[in-house]
């Protein structure tokens, strides 16, 4: 399931760019995408001074059908504090849902040295 991109506003008709990235990368027969986590309001990006936390993105979040029963899989493009994933996790868990696994393909690094895009496995705490 796409964690969704600030374009994804509740109301609007997609595709968002996170749901297309995610369709795109996928040949059928592939894994079952769904689609259903909305902004309530337009959302500024978080480069752009929009939220960033996951207790600011948490309360803007809605699930805009119904949440899977099946375990689900988070895909995030970029991670800098987690707050989108961790506000997506906590939102379809409220609604039922059983998120297993969160996958982002890039990370923001203060350090220059560091490549953001090298694989590795992060714990993401999920206090906000």
């Known amino acids: 399931m796409p964690v969704p ?3 994804a506003v509740q109301g609007r008709n997609g595709p968002f760019r996170s749901s297309e990235v995610l369709n795109n990368a ?3 027969p592939g894994p079952q995408i769904f689609d259903v986590l909305r902004f309530r309001v337009p959302v500024v990006k978080a480069a752009m001074g929009g939220p960033r936390f996951a207790d600011q993105i948490y ?8 949440v ?5 899989v988070l895909v995030d493009d970029l991670a800098t504090s987690a707050g989108h ?3 997506a996790k906590r939102r379809l868990e409220d609604g039922g849902g059983n998120v297993i ?3 982002v393909c890039g990370r923001t ?4 040295e560091v490549d953001a895009w090298q694989g590795g496995i992060y714990e993401v705490d999920d206090a906000f």
């Open 109 to 112: 690094v203060q350090d220059v």
């Open 85 to 87: 994933l961790r506000a």
């Open 59 to 66: 309360p803007l979040l809605v699930a805009s059908g119904d």
């Open 26 to 28: 996928f040949q059928a």
């Open 101 to 103: 696994l969160g996958v």
């Open 68 to 72: 899977p029963r099946n375990p689900i």
């Open 5 to 7: 991109s600030t374009d």
